[in-house]
């Protein structure tokens, strides 16, 4: 019986062929894609985390508007309002009731305002997180969103820290104003979470 050569290459080839594809090339491919998969549900959740976080603003009025005009006084000129003046943000309610409760604080209605901000997981900011997969454009978005969540987390736990929290009900001027000042500089690192989860909530919505 005359044995085929050609054939038998073919068949070495071929056995070669899906060797390589088993070792090499399919296991790349299902890596590359579960490395998509991840990153597009970490997208999602970028996603989801800056279009709720913008939800607690509440609605949106611009900062020529007649409720910014009726803003207490002195609040146009705050570094807060000319960071959203100055990056067209537009005035966000929550800012309103702020500003408007700083003004019975000030006058000693024995009224405080009473701030909160709950952070993401830390995790996300590690360095094996998903985060660090992301595009260029996309891992700058987040960790600023990120990054400002947490500075505002910090400054909420500096003014309820007790002997500071006790100066908005002092009998004197001077105390409360001082904490009505350092809530206003919490209302300017608010402003630029505000700002980053808008353009987080941009760039995730154009890589979905």
């Known amino acids: 019986m005359e044995f085929d050569v050609d054939a038998a290459l ?4 071929t056995g070669l062929i899906t060797a390589l594809l088993a070792r090499g090339i399919i296991p790349a491919f299902m890596a590359y894609r579960d490395r998509r998969r991840e990153i597009r ?7 989801v985390q800056a279009t709720d976080s913008l939800s607690h603003f509440g609605r949106e009025f611009g900062t020529q508007s007649a409720a910014a005009h009726d803003l207490p006084e002195g609040s146009r000129d705050t570094d807060w ?4 003046h100055d990056n067209d943000l537009g005035l966000p309610e929550f800012f309103i009731g702020v500003a408007e409760s700083l003004v019975k604080t000030r006058q000693n209605i024995r009224y405080t305002p009473g701030l909160a901000y709950v952070t993401s997981s830390d995790t ?6 998903t985060l660090w997969k992301l595009s260029d454009d996309d891992t700058r ?3 600023k969103y990120f990054t400002t969540e ?3 987390q910090q400054g909420v736990d500096d003014l309820y820290v007790e002997w500071f929290f006790a100066l908005s009900v002092s009998e004197e001027f001077a105390d409360r104003d001082r904490w009505c000042r350092a809530v ?3 209302l300017h690192d608010l402003a630029e979470h505000y700002r980053a989860a808008k353009v987080l909530q941009q760039q995730m919505i154009r890589a979905n």
Do not use: C
């Open 10 to 13: 073919l068949g070495l080839a």
């Open 41 to 47: 549900t970490f997208q999602t959740y970028l996603l």
């Open 81 to 84: 309002f000319r960071y959203l």
């Open 124 to 129: 996300v900011l590690e360095p094996d997180s």
């Open 141 to 143: 978005a987040a960790s």
């Open 150 to 152: 947490k500075h505002l």
């Open 184 to 186: 206003e500089d919490w």
